[in-house]
């Protein structure tokens, strides 16, 4: 898959589609890895010019596409997470700056879990919230920015291994921090 600018986020579907976010774009472009032609790329989200409006993001960093093919944007410089349905070019806000408190300021990352709950790295004030049922709610990095075992500084992005628990690139703290699932606190 050939881009016209740096790809930031990466993601391969259930059909073996790829996406790549493209910050300098301001776009979300994909490609099936079944075709062979290097440069036909499809906008999977943004119109290539920065901007607000439902159709546009503006430095989209971390993807993630469920098994609909509904992609997740973390669009960084509106400070929001921008949900495009399949094959829809609008896509709807799932958190934003005004949702959060303190602000959501540059998330990054995103990751949905089985139980469609949301999870959103977030690099300006460097937490990890979850987004479910119950609204949005800080979950790592919540007192601060710093490099004890419950801090963070500038997370960008994040994983889950088998059992649940959450791996997160730390990413000026030079480390990759697990956060193990219990279940008694979810």
């Not at 890895?33 to 546009?56: F, H, K, Y």
Request: net charge negative; glycine share 8%; proline share 3%.
């Amino acid at each position: 898959m050939n881009v016209n600018s740096p790809c930031y986020g990466l993601f391969v579907d259930i059909n073996d589609t790829r996406y790549c976010s493209m910050p300098d774009d301001h776009q979300v472009v994909k490609r099936s890895l079944s075709d062979t032609v290097l440069t036909s790329n499809r906008i999977a989200a943004g119109t290539g010019t920065a901007g607000d409006d439902s159709n546009q993001l503006s430095g989209p960093l971390g993807i993630f596409v469920d098994v609909n093919l509904d992609l997740y944007v973390a669009d960084c410089l509106n400070d929001r997470v921008q949900l495009f349905q399949s094959e829809e070019s609008n896509g709807m806000t799932v958190a934003r700056t005004k949702s959060v408190n303190p602000s959501l300021d540059c998330p990054s990352g995103v990751i949905l879990d089985a139980e469609k709950y949301l999870f959103i790295a977030e690099l300006g004030n460097s937490r990890i919230f979850g987004l479910g049922l119950n609204g949005i709610q800080c979950l790592f990095g919540c007192y601060g920015v710093g490099s004890q075992s419950n801090q963070l500084n500038n997370p960008s992005s994040l994983s889950f291994d088998r059992s649940g628990s959450i791996f997160v690139t730390d990413s000026l703290n030079h480390r990759i921090q697990k956060f193990q699932y219990h279940e008694e606190s979810c």
